[in-house]
């Protein structure tokens, strides 16, 4: 059937399904299968669903996937004819009655891969003979008996497989057409063989007794063979034995689904070379796959079929990729040595660019060592600028510095003198008792010397209200003694000293040690505090000057000091910085040393390397050529290639028809190129 008379029916079916259904069914674009209605156990339930062929195809590959996995390689290719046969096949073995196939086609179609992928796609156990040099009735009974106990015992769904070549005679099939009608092969099994086979099957017998189930245990056997056993017969029509084992053996076409496989077409067998040649069809000067397929087709009237075809595809790869072996020797190292000629231009090409990037480098370095040295110069001369002048700076402070000791040395040999004295007074004003003060407070009536040395008390104090009132008030606080201890010679002004000293020369006898002691023991210690206090006051006097010069002298000192210091730190700083352009230019100057040298060496490689290269350019365009040379026979070898590997298919035929052949090919081979 071609693909005209294929789409005629399509369009009929289609018709009849609007017609008599009341729907549309698209056909061409949808596939109906049992792989997704399926039972506890995984086996298809009898049910077809409809599905989209690319839907169909993603399971079918991943079932292929799995198969190869856990099974073996499958060698077959899913173009739409197998795709086809896979959903014809898959519908039979899933339906619920009629499981059985009768696979009518030529050789190499793909027929057994199919029947085994989809029964591995619907977890059906597969079997078929082995036949040997002696297979004869015996075996095959054997083997007969056993698939029929895995069906209708064990109860696995299992595929009985058969092929051409297993038909060694006719009564093996005239079993399978018994089996067929009936169920049973008669004569198979001996009493002795039935009651221990039975035997498992006996109590389900009885429990399906009333269902209406089988009359005896051996026709319940026969139901289970029914229904867990298919049976599938691969047939090439061609075959001598074909129409005598059809005529002789009804129940292959009334009993079984038969299926003529089609044959390939051109796009399928397009595709088919494309996957299995790869390299040799990628061959851009002649069109091998129009070329394949015509020689093939040329040779169907002489009884070609799709195996002869995948096996000129096989021989084809193996004497091309022969060829290529054998051919590609000199080319390797022909093809080496330019590799290792352009690895060489390449390290060349590196080399000119790392001389040209060092040459740069150390440019670069040694500007940045100048810089460096530059910098040492400067820093160097500003450090010697600055020692300079923190060794002036330091000469002038230590000057001042000598000034300020001598003047500070006279000031205090100055107030040397005055204070033993001044200390003694208020020592003895701390010796003072109490009961002494109380005395001067309870007179009425006191002597002058009493009231003239405490008005000097008052008046160093800066309390000028001498009446005896005043007086005795002052000496009523308490601490009075403690405050005059506590006084600051230093808080006496110019006037209050000068009316003081007032006092004490018109006073001069009152303050007199031996007069004042006299009169009072208690007012001899502050007569004597108030005679040190006013010299002590006038020698501040004499000295302030000089106090005054001594701290703006020694203001500018410390000035100076901070100044030096600052200096000394810059100095250090500098110092240091110096050290570390000395460091950097060492360095630098130590890493262009570095770059020197290696640009020296890359600059004498690159000499040597440009010279050789200059020595090899004659030698490298004659690999050239000569690689040419064998890529353009080798663009050839693939349809010569071909042809050989066609004239070794062809091994079967007279020689005339080799003959032929060999006239026909190359004429053809040249129309494509």
């Given at each position: 059937?071609d693909e005209?008379a ?6 009929l079916l289609k018709?009849?399904t609007?017609?008599?259904?009341n ?5 061409e674009?949808?596939y109906?299968?049992?792989l ?7 086996i298809p339930s009898g049910l077809?669903k ?7 195809k993603?399971l079918v ?9 856990e ?11 197998c ?5 014809r096949?898959?519908r039979c ?8 196939i009768?696979l009518v ?5 793909g027929?057994?891969s ?7 796609l619907q977890?059906?156990s597969i079997?078929s003979p082995a036949?040997?040099?002696h297979?004869?009735?015996k ?5 007969l008996?056993?698939v029929?106990?895995m069906?209708?015992?064990?109860k ?14 006719s009564?093996?099939l005239e ?5 067929l009608s ?6 198979i ?5 039935l009651e221990?086979?039975l ?7 009885a429990?399906?007794q ?8 051996f026709d319940?056997?026969v139901?289970?063979?029914r ?6 017969i691969?047939?090439d ?17 009334a ?7 089609e ?11 494309t ?8 061959n ?7 070329l394949?397929?015509?020689?093939h087709d040329s040779?169907?009237?002489s009884?070609?079929c ?6 000129l595809?096989?021989t ?6 022969a060829?290529i072996?054998?051919q590609s020797g000199h080319s390797t190292?022909?093809l080496?040595g330019l590799q290792?000629?352009?690895?060489v231009s ?6 000119q ?5 060092k040459?740069?480098?150390?440019e670069?370095k040694q500007?940045l ?9 400067a820093?160097?001369k500003?450090s010697a600028e600055?020692?300079?002048e ?5 000469k ?13 040395a006279s ?5 040397a003198?005055i204070?033993p004295?001044?200390d ?14 109380n005395e001067i407070?309870t ?5 002058d010397p009493?009231v003239?040395?405490?008005n000097?008390?008052?008046?160093l ?9 005043s007086?005795?008030?002052f ?5 009075a ?9 230093r808080?006496i002004t110019?006037?209050v ?5 007032k ?6 006898n009152?303050?007199?040690h031996?007069?004042?002691y006299?009169?009072s023991?208690a007012a001899a210690?502050?007569a ?26 020694t203001?500018?000192?410390?000035k100076?000091?901070?100044?030096l210091?600052?200096y ?5 700083e ?5 050290e570390?352009l000395?460091?950097?230019f060492?360095?630098r100057?130590?890493?262009a ?15 040597k ?6 020595k ?8 050239q050529?000569e ?7 080798a663009?050839?070898l ?17 020689e005339d028809v080799?003959?032929?052949a060999?006239?026909?090919w190359?004429e053809?081979?040249?129309?494509h190129l």
């Open positions: 059937m005209e294929q789409a005629h029916f399509d369009t018709n009849a609007i017609q008599f259904l729907t549309e069914i698209d056909v674009k949808a109906f299968t049992s997704l209605s399926t039972s506890a156990d995984g077809v409809k599905i989209s062929k690319s839907d169909y993603k590959e991943d079932g292929l996937k799995s198969y190869e996995r099974v073996k390689d499958m060698p077959i290719e899913l173009v739409q004819e795709m086809d046969q896979l959903a096949i898959d073995l899933g339906g619920a009655n009629q499981n059985d009768l086609g030529r050789s190499g179609g027929r057994r199919a029947v085994s992928l989809m029964s591995h977890r059906l079997f036949p040997a040099r297979y004869g009735d075996e095959w009974k054997r083997d008996k056993q029929l106990q069906a209708g015992v064990e696995q769904h299992s595929v009985f497989f058969l092929e051409d070549h297993h038909l060694l005679k009564e093996f079993s399978i057409n018994s089996l009936a169920g049973d092969v008669p004569g099994w001996t009493p002795e063989e221990p086979l035997a498992p099957l006996k109590e389900e017998w429990a399906s009333g269902r209406g189930g089988a009359r005896t245990p319940y056997f139901e289970q063979i229904t867990h056993l298919r049976i599938v691969c047939m029509p061609a075959h001598p034995h074909f129409l005598p084992f059809c005529a002789a053996n009804p129940a292959l076409f009993c079984m689904n038969v299926m003529w496989a044959e390939w077409s051109e796009r399928s067998r397009s595709f088919i070379i996957r299995q040649l790869g390299e040799v069809v990628e851009k000067k002649a069109n091998l796959v129009p394949l397929i015509e020689i040779q169907l009237q009884g070609a799709p195996r002869h075809f995948t096996t595809l096989q084809s790869k193996l004497m091309y990729q060829k072996e054998s190292h022909l080496k290792k000629l352009q690895e390449t390290t060349v090409a590196q080399l660019e790392d001389a040209v990037a040459q740069k480098v150390l670069e500007k060592a100048a810089e460096a040295l530059t910098n040492i110069t820093a160097m500003r600055r020692r300079q923190v060794e002036k700076l330091e002038e402070t230590q000057v001042e510095q000598d000034k300020n000791e001598a003047e500070k000031i205090e040999r100055e107030l003198e204070q004295i001044l003694g007074a208020k020592k003895a004003v701390g010796s003072i008792r109490p009961d002494h003060v407070r007179l009425k009536c006191p002597p009493i003239d040395v405490l000097g008390v008052l008046r104090m800066g309390n000028y209200d001498n009446s005896w009132t007086m005795k008030k000496l009523t606080g308490s601490g003694i403690q405050r005059i201890m506590n006084f600051d010679p808080l110019d006037e000293r000068k009316d003081v000293e006092l004490i020369k018109e006073k001069a009152s303050f007199e031996a007069t004042i006299r009169v023991v210690p502050l004597k505090w108030v005679t040190a206090c006013v010299k002590y006051s006038g020698v501040l006097v004499k000295v302030a000057p000089m106090e005054k010069k001594l701290n703006a002298a203001a500018s000192l410390e100076a000091n901070a100044v210091a600052e000394k730190d810059q100095l250090v500098i110092d240091k910085n110096v570390q000395r460091v950097d060492e360095g100057t130590k890493e040393e570095v770059l020197r040298i290696g640009l020296e060496r890359a600059t004498q490689t690159l000499e390397a440009n010279s050789l290269m200059g090899m350019s004659g030698e490298k365009q004659r690999w050529q690689v040419k040379e064998i890529k353009r026979d663009e050839l693939s349809t010569h290639t071909c042809l050989a590997a066609y004239c070794t298919y062809l091994g079967h035929c007279p080799r003959q032929q060999n006239i026909l190359p053809k081979r040249y129309r």
